[in-house]
């Protein structure tokens, strides 16, 4: 059964579905069962297959599985290995999976991701990208975060929103909002949906309400919601009415970095590097997009010594914009540097939403051994911080700046 992934700019081939489920409980047999679906000639060629389960993930399962054909080198069989994502427990309440098939297969197009090579009942399955995965620590090293830079610059010039807003007015229903994203006050006039908004907008309807406790929780999340839409959201940044289409979750672990003899590797020395996971691209400020890259210096200890001081943030948006125009078609204002600069330290708080309402969502559905609600109230507590400065509130109170606000005031 064939499953097709159509994207405005084109008819992509269809894509496979194979009408099976990924079992983590039988988790080898079935990763083996489903990569023969694919590559049958593996079931009864001569050599072991490998199957290595990555760790970094607290939504999914990810896994490399690898035929060790002899006779090929390590690289060989590397080109061949194929990565099996399957999807967390109830993850499709915060993911629209049909849409991250969708955007993986634009990526893939643009050369911007690696081939899809099908789609099962709760996962995917592509091609491996022969890399080192990076670390927080990796993303702090200079040459690493220009790559990042300059890789992101690309992506958010190259990949364009139509291709996944077209595919989005079809599902469009009036007693149910866009693509079940009920849009409420002045976050319904944002466009093209989905976006950013809509999506911390379908994610605040999904959080439990079954205490008083958790009511009042959702309505004050809710008022933030409106509150930062109302105070961050203009048509300044780069992109389309201001938006670009965004990966949205660059931690570390989604940033691969090549090796520097790959096909990829520009000549120069400098460092290349790939993106990976594509469940949270959606359009975006280019703010919002980078401020949260750069949250993710921090790791999933929120470390905030990590993160990057005012200088380093404009150089990052530097090399950023050097890429962003070389491999864009539409005129970049001379004043963009400054004025991404500004736009970056005002969305600083939202990547803190964005993460405590997945967060607190995960600690309800998800089957991960990952300690979500105290995720959660980190995350949440970046963005009041943030709102405290800005208010100053703070100030007022007398108390101590936070860490992670002094360290982004650094310069």
Request: with cysteine; aromatic share 10%; proline share 6%.
């Given at each position: 059964?064939d499953?097709?992934?159509?994207?405005?700019?084109?008819?992509l081939p269809?894509?496979?579905?194979?009408d099976?489920?990924?079992?983590n409980?039988?988790?080898?047999?079935?990763?083996?069962?489903l990569?023969?679906?694919?590559?049958?000639?593996?079931?009864?060629?001569?050599?072991?297959?490998?199957i290595v389960?990555?760790?970094?993930?607290?939504?999914?399962?990810?896994?490399?599985?690898?035929?060790?054909?002899p006779?090929?080198?390590?690289?060989?069989i590397?080109?061949?290995?194929?990565?099996?994502?399957?999807?967390?427990?109830?993850?499709?309440?915060?993911?629209d999976?049909?849409?991250?098939?969708r955007s993986?297969?634009?990526?893939?197009?643009?050369?911007?991701?690696p081939p899809?090579?099908?789609?099962?009942?709760?996962?995917?399955?592509?091609?491996?990208?022969?890399?080192?995965?990076?670390?927080p620590?990796?993303?702090?090293s200079e040459?690493?975060?220009?790559?990042?830079?300059?890789?992101?610059?690309?992506?958010?010039?190259?990949?364009?929103?139509s291709?996944?807003v077209?595919?989005?007015?079809?599902?469009?229903?009036v007693?149910?909002?866009?693509?079940?994203?009920?849009?409420s006050g002045?976050?319904?006039?944002?466009?093209?949906?989905?976006?950013i908004?809509?999506v911390?907008?379908?994610?605040?309807h999904?959080?439990?309400?079954?205490?008083?406790?958790?009511?009042?929780?959702?309505?004050l999340?809710q008022?933030?919601?409106?509150?930062?839409?109302?105070?961050l959201?203009?048509?300044?940044?780069?992109?389309?009415?201001?938006?670009?289409?965004?990966h949205c979750?660059?931690?570390?672990?989604n940033?691969i970095?090549?090796?520097?003899?790959?096909?990829s590797?520009?000549p120069?020395?400098?460092?290349?590097?790939?993106?990976i996971?594509y469940?949270?691209?959606?359009?975006?400020?280019?703010?919002?997009?980078?401020?949260?890259?750069?949250?993710?210096?921090?790791?999933?200890d929120?470390?905030?010594?990590?993160?990057?001081?005012?200088?380093?943030?404009?150089?990052?948006?530097?090399?950023?914009?050097?890429?962003?125009k070389?491999?864009?078609?539409?005129?970049v204002?001379?004043n963009?540097?400054?004025?991404?600069?500004?736009?970056?330290?005002?969305?600083?708080g939202?990547p803190?939403?964005y993460?405590?309402?997945?967060?607190?969502?995960?600690?309800?559905?998800?089957?991960?051994d990952?300690?979500?609600?105290?995720?959660?109230?980190?995350?949440?507590?970046?963005?009041?911080?943030?709102?405290?400065e800005?208010s100053?509130?703070?100030?007022?109170q007398?108390h101590?700046?936070?860490?992670r606000?002094r360290?982004?005031?650094e310069?």
């Amino acid at each position: 059964m064939d499953s097709p992934i159509e994207i405005s700019n084109g008819h992509l081939p269809h894509l496979q579905y194979i009408d099976l489920a990924f079992d983590n409980e039988s988790l080898d047999d079935s990763a083996r069962t489903l990569v023969y679906r694919i590559q049958p000639k593996w079931r009864d060629s001569p050599g072991n297959i490998e199957i290595v389960k990555f760790t970094d993930g607290i939504t999914n399962t990810l896994l490399k599985i690898a035929k060790h054909t002899p006779g090929l080198s390590e690289a060989e069989i590397d080109r061949d290995s194929i990565l099996l994502r399957a999807y967390g427990n109830h993850t499709e309440i915060i993911i629209d999976r049909d849409r991250e098939a969708r955007s993986h297969a634009l990526c893939a197009e643009r050369g911007l991701a690696p081939p899809l090579l099908a789609r099962f009942k709760n996962g995917l399955l592509y091609r491996f990208i022969i890399g080192q995965v990076c670390t927080p620590r990796d993303l702090i090293s200079e040459p690493i975060w220009r790559a990042v830079a300059k890789r992101l610059g690309e992506w958010h010039a190259r990949l364009p929103i139509s291709a996944v807003v077209e595919e989005e007015k079809k599902k469009k229903n009036v007693s149910n909002g866009v693509n079940g994203h009920d849009l409420s006050g002045s976050l319904a006039s944002r466009r093209p949906v989905p976006n950013i908004w809509s999506v911390m907008q379908k994610w605040v309807h999904a959080l439990p309400c079954d205490t008083p406790k958790q009511e009042t929780r959702k309505e004050l999340l809710q008022n933030e919601l409106d509150r930062s839409f109302h105070d961050l959201d203009n048509e300044r940044g780069p992109g389309s009415s201001g938006l670009v289409f965004g990966h949205c979750d660059l931690l570390s672990a989604n940033v691969i970095m090549l090796p520097t003899n790959c096909a990829s590797s520009k000549p120069g020395g400098s460092r290349q590097v790939s993106f990976i996971d594509y469940e949270y691209a959606t359009p975006c400020p280019a703010a919002f997009d980078i401020a949260n890259h750069f949250a993710e210096w921090g790791g999933y200890d929120c470390d905030y010594n990590m993160l990057p001081t005012q200088s380093m943030r404009r150089q990052f948006l530097q090399d950023y914009l050097k890429s962003y125009k070389a491999h864009s078609d539409t005129r970049v204002p001379s004043n963009m540097l400054d004025v991404l600069c500004d736009e970056v330290d005002r969305y600083r708080g939202m990547p803190g939403f964005y993460w405590g309402v997945w967060a607190l969502i995960q600690a309800t559905i998800s089957e991960i051994d990952f300690d979500y609600a105290s995720y959660a109230e980190v995350r949440l507590g970046e963005y009041y911080a943030w709102r405290a400065e800005e208010s100053g509130s703070r100030v007022q109170q007398g108390h101590e700046m936070p860490l992670r606000e002094r360290r982004w005031a650094e310069e």
